[in-house]
């Protein structure tokens, strides 16, 4: 629990930040449509969160989609969750919105690659690229409502093959390269795509990985298939493949074909996002063309400030929730870079020099990014001009308060938001906005038309104390419904079984009292020693902070006895490194003095490195099963794991503690 006594902010807004932020001008904006004095950014909020009407119409006008599609009518009828309808009397597109308007020559995506090639697409390119690909999609006979599938790398191709697919009105779905062919037929498999995107090959780590072999064979799980369109990247002989008709990327891309727009009712469906599938099969997360592109102008327009003059650059993949953000900044007229490789080849500071070297003005990475930079001695400010980088943003876990401040510094007093939401609504529930501080290992707001809180079991909100992370009224980019879920059960499931009526996300946060938010992980994984609920967050954040632990992951098992065992596995920065007694008392000493003396684990335990889902996740629930005897194919997927090998060790210590038990008379 952070403490009552606020620290002092990492960042604080200027005058200027204040007064060219555009949340500052949509306040003005909001104030005007309101008739409200929104003076700070909570009354902003509570407004947003009130009045959703008023709220999303007003983002609606702002972002400029009356000028395209003419005035939004109904905002939301019903407001039920599930079940809500947004903006039932328009008809939009997702494409159209993004490449309406823009300036013919300036750039719009950049394309690096391992290799430092690059790649620069302007507005106008793009959308002639677009024209042709759609056009050709329609010549397939792909059209409203049906599945266009990518199996590709981080590229621009991927980003024209997302809104061609979107201008046809068709429903766009992706995997990157990286994932073995069973795992691309679980995700894509069930959709019954027309048409397959798809690349030969991809760079990673310093050499380039063939992938047509992985093609052919993602195909058989993909049999309503008619048309591959390949991205031809350096290797040579094509596909060879007798039942599918296979074109080449370059060909269609450069066709001739007029602009042109299938728009759909606003909560008809875009794409389909998918859930890690670390404990089973991958749920399809269905989200639309309107809710989608309205929350992304709200979270990267306000919360992040991208606009015109702004390139975003996330390290990210087309298998990532954070690759279709990245793609939709192009919503707000800001340019994206897309970058085809490793974020350590050559060395650590390879993310850090392409923002230096392409002019990046937003940086999105993950924690264990900036943790790697810190314990590599990176400061890149140093020797890399960042004097065009704005601010800074991470995600995929919390961030602990010492990472926090270092990034902060390190950039010379940048701006660092963390942020923190889901596949589920493709957004963020809470993170930052350039008109409030930093804190260290803190979100600074709930986000503006997210209503969410946290609630104790009973359903009571709670100030200063860890609660369940819940939404109570909903927002335009939740899932419409899940994939092969026609009833919506799943859905409801997962989201609507414990608070009925209200979403319960599965996060385990506190909100303090200055309104900031501190993410203390999963619920389902909640730490419960003595009758008392902790988050493994505020372990790793101790942990992670000792110089010689490169990365932490602890448990908390009930076992058969009645007892409860919580051990912690260490990854050491220096592999040929002891973990001695010595550095286990050091261990359990600051998490006792910077926890709590009950977040000391029983045990600490050192392994070679940790399993992690695919986007970086630790697999803290599935873990814990298989501690617990759990079959450990029944509990993850092990081709949704970076490397499922690392998995052993866990194994092998499960087998011998189950070995040591008692047995019963």
Not at 40 to 50: C, G, I, K
Not at 83 to 110: C, H, K, M
Not at 392 to 411: D, F, Q, R, Y
């Amino acid at each position: 629990m952070p403490s009552p006594t606020a620290p002092a902010p990492l960042w604080d807004p200027s005058e200027e930040t204040l007064t060219r932020a555009r949340v500052t001008q949509f306040t003005a904006h909001a104030e005007r449509v309101s008739g409200r004095r929104l003076s700070a950014y909570e009354d902003l909020w509570d407004w947003s969160t009130t009045d959703l009407d008023g709220f999303w119409g007003a983002v609606w006008d702002f972002f400029g989609l009356t000028e395209v599609f003419g005035e939004h009518g109904s905002v939301l009828a019903p407001q039920a969750m599930p079940g809500s309808v947004w903006f039932p009397n328009v008809q939009v597109n997702y494409a159209e919105f993004v490449l309406t308007g823009r300036p013919q020559d300036q750039v719009a995506i950049v394309g690096v690659g391992e290799d430092e090639a690059v790649t620069e697409v302007t507005w106008g390119a793009l959308r002639r690229q677009v024209a042709a690909v759609a056009q050709w999609l329609r010549d397939r006979g792909v059209g409203r409502g049906d599945r266009v599938v990518g199996y590709l790398p981080n590229t621009p191709e991927a980003v024209v093959a997302l809104l061609a697919t979107a201008g046809v009105g068709a429903v766009w779905s992706s995997v990157g390269q990286d994932y073995a062919p069973s795992a691309v037929g679980d995700r894509l498999g069930p959709l019954g795509a027309k048409v397959l995107i798809t690349a030969d090959s991809y760079r990673y780590a310093g050499r380039r990985h063939d992938r047509r072999a992985a093609v052919r064979e993602v195909l058989a799980s993909l049999p309503t298939v008619t048309d591959v369109l390949l991205v031809e990247r350096g290797t040579e002989g094509g596909l060879d493949i007798s039942d599918v008709r296979t074109h080449a990327w370059a060909d269609v891309a450069a066709g001739e074909a007029k602009p042109a727009w299938e728009r759909v009712g606003f909560d008809d469906p875009l794409w389909v996002l998918f859930s890690s599938g670390t404990t089973g099969r991958p749920k399809g997360i269905v989200q639309s063309h309107g809710g989608i592109l309205l929350e992304q102008l709200k979270f990267l327009g306000l919360h992040l400030d991208l606009g015109p003059a702004d390139r975003l650059f996330w390290f990210t993949s087309p298998s990532w929730v954070m690759w279709n953000i990245q793609s939709s900044a192009l919503a707000t007229g800001a340019s994206i870079l897309c970058y085809d490789g490793s974020p350590t080849a050559p060395d650590a500071r390879r993310l850090w020099q392409l923002v230096d070297d392409h002019d990046v003005t937003l940086f999105g990475s993950s924690p264990g990014y900036l943790e790697a930079s810190r314990a590599t001695g990176i400061t890149p400010t140093d020797d890399l001009d960042l004097t065009g980088l704005r601010a800074l943003a991470t995600t995929g876990a919390p961030i602990s308060p010492s990472t926090h401040g270092w990034a902060v510094t390190a950039t010379g007093g940048l701006p660092l938001y963390s942020v923190s939401g889901g596949t589920d609504i493709c957004s963020a529930f809470c993170g930052g906005v350039p008109t409030v501080p930093i804190w260290p290992g803190e979100l600074s707001v709930r986000n503006l038309g997210v209503a969410m809180d946290a609630w104790d079991p009973d359903g009571n909100p709670l100030r200063g104390e860890v609660g369940e992370l819940v939404m109570t009224r909903p927002m335009p980019s939740m899932p419409i419904r899940f994939w092969d879920d026609p009833e919506g059960d799943r859905y409801r499931e997962s989201y609507f079984e414990v608070y009925p009526g209200v979403w319960r996300h599965g996060d385990w946060i506190t909100v303090t009292d200055r309104d900031s938010v501190v993410i203390h992980g999963r619920s389902d994984s909640t730490l419960n020693r003595h009758g008392v609920r902790m988050g493994s967050a505020d372990i790793y954040n101790v942990v992670e902070d000792v110089p010689e632990v490169a990365e932490s992951l602890v448990l908390g098992i009930e076992e058969p006895d009645g007892g409860y065992w919580m051990p912690l596995f260490v990854v050491l920065t220096d592999p040929a490194a002891e973990l001695s007694d010595e550095l286990r008392d050091h261990i359990r000493q600051q998490i006792r003095t910077h926890a709590s003396p009950r977040h000391v684990p029983d045990e600490i335990i050192r392994v070679a490195a940790l399993p992690h889902t695919r986007t970086g996740k630790r697999l803290e629930v599935p873990l814990k099963r298989m501690m617990q005897g759990a079959d450990p194919d029944s509990v993850v997927q092990r081709t949704a794991l970076d490397d499922p090998e690392l998995l052993t060790p866990f194994l092998d210590l499960a087998r011998e503690r189950r070995a040591r038990r008692p047995s019963v008379q």
